[in-house]
């Protein structure tokens, strides 16, 4: 141990040093007060041995000095004194003296008292150093909590805030000198009643943490808390997590609608065989009824009109449903976004502000698709401002960085905000709007936005509602961008019905779709064979060229139930006839081979239910391509 000895007799101060170096210890001697001070700024001592009487300052002045230092405490003090009277004796330690040795020194109380110090002086050292110790891990906790990403608050037992980090400010929106002090539910009167006061409580009475997520009162921000008591008040950690819980309810949002898009597309593609007799028979049926049977001819143009409805519903439950395609070309945005609004709005006391830039770059979409997508929107709107006002629809380059977890994988982008200035959308209806038939609207399907969602997501994009407030209410969605420019399209008109006799060949599974185009086939002047399934049409196809009695076209379902269906049959009929000309044919409109057909060698498509009309018109225009690009007939 490093001991400092202040004595100014010359043989006093050197007994003191022998005798105290043989316990071990090292001793540096000084003759005065100030000599000591001087040796004390330049070394650490914790053992001070003060002579009382000193030229200049006294032992007990120094004594004094060195109690009132900011290290005073961290030092052991022994005066040695030749006074004995205990009034003198009271001041030494009065002073700051540890103890005290009276002169003349005794040789065996001197090692009693060293003994004492160097205990003393020990337990003094681990104070120190725990004390040390725990400054130094406040220090660094306070560090954390400055620069940690997440905030911080603690309160006392009364609810006053006494610690609020700087990402609590940001939080809060208030600077903590504002709020150090003050209490809680003064400071922040909204959180009365509400989740936040209720755990925060719970957590002050039984002494217990607990973790929540809640969101705020004006239903706009989400909130993850962690709260536990601390010093008999409450201290929290909190983060901003809006972005995760959406993101949560647009995953569950994606989930409830693929589940129901399966279901959909399977009673779609059903009622769409059904509709195509319906469809059908009722165009037969307006060909045999004699012209002056006016009620009659009337009844099938109604029958056929709500078959065409219905075909238009079964198209709709069909753009969400999970298998499908959308049949895309390259467009410009700006002109889809200003024809949509245009129309959307049209007779309505709404306007379009449109802030559109001049570079936005190209997409690929289905441009009747992406139009029901707007319309839905602009309509949502409308409803949303029944006494009229402006609505906002912007476009943008975006560009996406990858990360994980992320909605939509990086990449370019288009986005399209449409906003609109109505009471905004309820906290609690937030989560719903896209699920299939929710509506608050009397006389709505509760379709537009999931059939949306839906639309949007097959090209690869997302919908979201991205703000609400009682101002209004921002949806916006992204679609992929395209790096090429839109093409000029090509249009094939037809030069009317069949007029020679040419054979066709149709692959169906359901008897009486079979027998109706074959009828409706037979009354445009052709020749037809039908079968039910790929490996039927392969041989029939296959025996009718060893005959020379070749089909001039198949038409194949793109569906065989237990059988092989249209996309290996083409394969199939392709290496027998690579000059086969097929057409697609299919209750899911949007299916990849119709949206694709090309492709696959087919050249044409048609969808179910399909009209006499339609039929002939594939036909009519895949003879006149077949060497060309195909056309879609929708």
């Given amino acids: 141990m490093n001991i400092l000895l202040v004595e100014d007799q010359d043989d006093s101060r050197k007994t003191l040093s022998r005798l105290i170096g043989m316990r071990g210890h090292k001793v540096t001697q000084v003759a005065t007060a100030e000599e000591a001070e001087r040796a004390l700024a330049t070394d650490s001592f914790p053992f001070l041995i003060l002579d009382w009487m000193l030229p200049g300052k006294s032992g007990i002045d120094l004594c004094r000095q060195l109690r009132a230092r900011q290290d005073g405490d961290e030092m052991f003090i022994l005066l040695v004194t030749g006074k004995t009277d205990r009034a003198d004796l009271e001041m030494a330690l009065g002073a700051g003296a540890n103890d005290y040795l009276t002169k003349p020194i005794d040789l065996s109380l001197l090692n009693v008292r060293l003994a004492v110090a160097e205990r003393q002086i020990r337990d003094l050292t681990e104070r120190n150093q725990a004390r040390i110790a725990l400054q130094q891990s406040a220090r660094t906790l306070t560090d954390i909590l400055e620069n940690t990403t997440d905030g911080f608050f603690a309160l006392d037992c009364a609810w006053r805030f006494t610690y609020v980090n700087p990402e609590a400010e940001a939080l809060f929106g208030r600077v903590r000198k504002e709020l150090l002090g003050g209490e809680l539910w003064q400071k922040f009167p909204e959180l009365r009643g509400t989740t936040f006061e209720q755990n925060y409580r719970q957590v002050m009475a039984e002494q217990a943490p607990i973790e929540f997520e809640a969101c705020d009162p004006s239903g706009t921000r989400w909130f993850e808390v962690h709260a536990y008591p601390s010093g008999g008040g409450v201290s929290a950690f909190f983060r901003d997590v809006t972005e995760r819980k959406r993101a949560e309810d647009d995953r569950l949002t994606k989930g409830k609608i693929e589940s129901l898009g399966t279901l959909a597309g399977g009673i779609a593609h059903d009622l769409n065989n059904i509709l195509t007799v319906i469809s059908g028979n009722i165009g037969l049926a307006q060909l045999e009824a004699p012209v002056e049977e006016k009620n009659l001819l009337g009844c099938l143009a109604k029958a056929s009109q709500a078959a065409q409805e219905a075909a238009h519903m079964s198209s709709q439950l069909l753009t969400f449903s999970k298998g499908g395609s959308p049949v895309k070309k390259i467009v410009r945005m700006s002109e889809l976004l200003a024809k949509s609004a245009h129309f ?195 041989n029939t196809y296959e025996r009718a060229m060893r005959r020379g009695e070749n089909f001039q076209a198949v038409i194949l379902d793109a569906t065989i139930r237990g059988g092989m269906g249209g996309l290996a049959t083409i394969s199939r009929l392709r290496n027998i006839d690579p000059s086969v000309v097929a057409i697609i044919c299919s209750g899911y409109s949007d299916e990849a081979a119709l949206a694709e057909f090309l492709q696959y060698g087919f050249r044409g498509a048609l969808p179910k239910p399909f009209t006499r009309r339609d039929l002939a018109d594939v036909l009519q225009r895949a003879f006149m391509t077949s060497k060309n690009e195909p056309v879609f007939v929708r």
């Avoid at 975006?398 to 977890?405: I, N, Q, R, S, T």
């Fill in 344 to 538: 959307s709005l049209h007779g309505s006391n709404l306007r379009a502000e449109m802030d559109i830039p001049p570079e936005l770059w190209p997409t690929e979409v289905d441009p009747t698709q992406i139009e029901q997508v707007i319309n839905a929107l602009m309509i949502n709107a409308r409803e949303a401002m029944p006494s009229g006002g402006m609505v906002e629809i912007s476009a943008r380059n975006v560009e996406l960085d990858d990360k994980p977890g992320a909605l939509l994988p990086g990449g370019r982008y288009i986005k399209v905000a449409i906003a609109d200035h109505g009471g905004g959308v309820p906290g609690d209806m937030a989560t719903k709007i896209f699920d299939p038939y929710f509506t608050t609207k009397p006389v709505s399907s509760g379709l537009g936005l999931s059939i949306s969602f839906s639309i949007v997501k097959k090209h690869g994009g997302m919908l979201h509602l991205e703000q609400s407030s009682p101002a209004g209410a921002v949806f916006a969605f992204y679609l992929p961008a395209a790096r090429a420019e839109p093409a000029v399209i090509k249009t094939v008109v037809s030069s009317g019905l069949q007029s020679t006799l040419q054979r066709i060949l149709v692959m169906d599974d359901e008897e009486g779709i079979r027998e109706l185009t074959s009828q409706l086939l037979n009354t445009l002047g052709y020749e037809v064979t039908a079968v039910t399934d790929g490996v039927e049409a392969v």
